[in-house]
């Protein structure tokens, strides 16, 4: 049976590329019937097309890939299965996704044919995620990480904020974090500067130890 899916991302140039990559690596299992690039029209595309399975990217705008959960949920009839498809892979992202109604978490290194094969697991009801990604929520649920505390601090910064911190505490330079973006080299300084001041930080060096502390890297 052919999975039909929505796939649903900030980005034109990765919703084109992930179409790709499925009609390659499975035409005859996955169909894609419809896209969308923030919260509304995520949710009027899934409610036009009543996909089976929706690629959910965790960071939109109008609220995220939680709100557009939220927002299907109060819908008459029987909402899809989610999968997160994120290049966030911090524990927070997870779990509050998790929590929110996703029944996966992928990152957006996965190859073509497991991204076809997570799909199509997801439909049939299992739950699947990257395997780093299956340790945060068993500590989650074990109570080993203090997701309250996480979200307080985290509530302070808009999401993008949340992408250019993440990537600059892992190391990468400004050009670096623009190019993975799809921002300017300007709009990732103006980012980065709100973040510390927001933070109450005052180096990359003790953001890095800060985001290292609440394990978001």
Known sequence: MTVKVVVVDDHAMFRRGVTAELEAAGSDVVEIVGEGEDVDTAVATIAATAPDVVLLDVHLPGGGGVEVMRKLSTMAGDPPRFLALSVSDAAEDVIGTIRGGARGYVTKTITGRE??????????????????????????????IEVADIDEDLDRLTEREREVMRLIARGYSYKEVAKELFISIKTVETHMSAVLRKLQLSSRHELTKWASDRRLL
């Open 115 to 144: 991204l076809v094969d997570a799909i199509r697991r997801v439909a049939d009801g299992d739950a699947v995620f990257s395997p780093r990604l299956a340790g945060f929520v068993l500590d989650a649920f074990a109570g080993s």
